[in-house]
């Protein structure tokens, strides 16, 4: 089951490991992870790929769109995706 959690000012959701977001230019996405992994990624500011995420030496940080459609893919579970909370219908347009 899929799960968005809703804050005051941002939403978060465990991402699935193809994701792909249809976000305005400019909007921030972060990255956190829950375990060693890599993943790849199509529409960021700084790319992702190459990038070893651990959750005790590197997490990810804020980055932002640079294209109408953030595409991500994770080596497997573990990525908790951080979004604006106005970003929710893309959010879970997203993850149906």
């Known amino acids: 089951m899929r799960c968005v959690i809703l804050g005051a000012e941002d939403l978060a959701f465990h991402a699935p490991p193809d994701l792909s977001l249809d976000l305005p230019i400019g909007t921030r996405v972060s990255l956190f992870p829950f375990r060693l992994m890599r993943g790849q990624s199509q529409g960021l500011h700084w790319p992702i790929d190459d990038v070893a995420f651990d959750p005790m030496r590197r997490i990810g ?9 953030v595409r991500l893919r994770f080596d497997g579970p573990g990525m908790l995706v951080i979004l604006p909370r106005e970003m929710l219908d893309s959010a879970l347009a997203a993850l149906i």
Do not use: E, F, I, L
């Open 61 to 69: 940080t804020s980055n932002r769109s640079v294209a109408p459609q």
